[in-house]
Nanobody, 129 residues
Framework: QVQLVESGGGLVQAGGSLRLSCAAS????????MGWFRQAPGKGRVFVAY????????YYADSTKGRFTISMDNAKNTVDLQMNSLSPEDTAIYYC??????????????????????WGQGTQVTVSS
């Protein structure tokens, strides 16, 4: 089993920044990929960003491209999400997800929550107007 713990959520004003972190522990894989998803109140869980330990080009949802940056520290098994220029529409619970890496995947495969085997408990991000 792989355990994921997110941190870094909180309350921020519109236009501000937050940095989320996710740490993986347990029976982790040497090659792996991680993603960030978010779920706003009353809505489904949607893709935010994806990165792999092998150095594949990261993927971003159109709504976050240019504002969010995903990064990974392979030695620490952590993934960060730097979020800039936040707006109230970014308010959601943010989840990190983890999967074993077999081969490079497409953007659409990265978007699919069902492709990830392990999930964190989520961290709340609230952006006030």
């Amino acid at each position: 089993q792989v355990q994921l713990v997110e941190s870094g959520g909180g309350l921020v004003q519109a236009g501000g920044s937050l940095r989320l972190s996710c740490a993986a522990s347990g029976r982790t894989f040497s090659r792996y990929a991680m993603g960030w998803f978010r779920q706003a109140p009353g809505k489904g869980r949607v893709f935010v960003a994806y990165i792999s330990s092998t150095g594949d080009t990261p993927y971003y949802a159109d709504s976050t491209k240019g504002r969010f940056t995903i990064s990974m520290d392979n030695a620490k098994n952590t993934v960060d999400l730097q979020m800039n220029s936040l707006s109230p529409e970014d308010t959601a619970i943010y989840y990190c997800a983890y999967k074993r890496y077999y081969d490079q995947i497409t953007y659409f495969q990265a978007m699919a929550a069902g492709n990830y085997a392990y999930w964190g408990q989520g961290t709340q991000v609230t952006v006030s107007s």
